[in-house]
């Protein structure tokens, strides 16, 4: 099923970026706020000025990581292992981009923030979703103690 989940995201993710490469002009969905136009990412997160070779090697070690602590993930309770292949998948997506094209297809502009695609939107909410998890498992952990 995670293998389904991740195949998923990176499915979406390649998709929705083939499509965006067709655009020949931004789409203005609700004013300047919220509009699909493609930029391509040179750099991380924000556009953060990183070296291509960089973030291809963090992505590999990534799953390297991954890979290693895959009988420690196979213990933990079903949320995690979601939200660990929604960051897989995303990761995957956006590695992907860097292999074939030396930057990231964003597309999704949605002010203030900067502008994404699906698979950062993927990596977002499975952080999101451990960093929760986390946050209320042992705030209710330390209670029943």
């Known amino acids: 099923m995670l293998f389904f989940f991740i195949l998923t995201i990176v499915s979406l993710d390649q998709l929705s970026k083939l499509w965006a490469?067709?655009?020949?002009?931004?789409?203005?969905?609700?004013?300047?706020?919220?509009?699909?136009?493609?930029?391509?990412?040179?750099?991380?997160?924000?556009?953060?000025?990183?070296?291509?070779?960089?973030?291809?090697?963090?992505?590999?070690?990534?799953?390297?990581?991954?890979?290693?602590?895959?009988?420690?993930?196979?213990?933990?309770?079903?949320?995690i292992k979601i939200a660990t292949s929604t960051i897989i998948g995303g990761a995957i997506g956006n590695l992907i981009d860097r292999l074939r094209f030396g930057y990231v297809i964003d597309f999704i502009s949605l002010k203030p923030f900067p502008i994404f695609n699906l698979a950062d939107t993927a990596l977002t909410i499975g952080a999101m979703i451990i960093l929760f998890y986390i946050?209320?498992?042992?705030?209710?952990?330390?209670?029943?103690?």
């Open 21 to 79: 490469l067709k655009l020949s002009a931004p789409i203005l969905i609700w004013t300047e706020r919220f509009s699909i136009q493609t930029v391509f990412n040179y750099g991380a997160a924000f556009s953060l000025p990183f070296k291509n070779w960089f973030l291809i090697s963090v992505a590999l070690f990534f799953f390297l990581a991954i890979f290693w602590q895959r009988k420690s993930l196979a213990k933990q309770p079903k949320i």
């Open 135 to 145: 946050i209320f498992h042992y705030e209710h952990r330390n209670k029943s103690q």
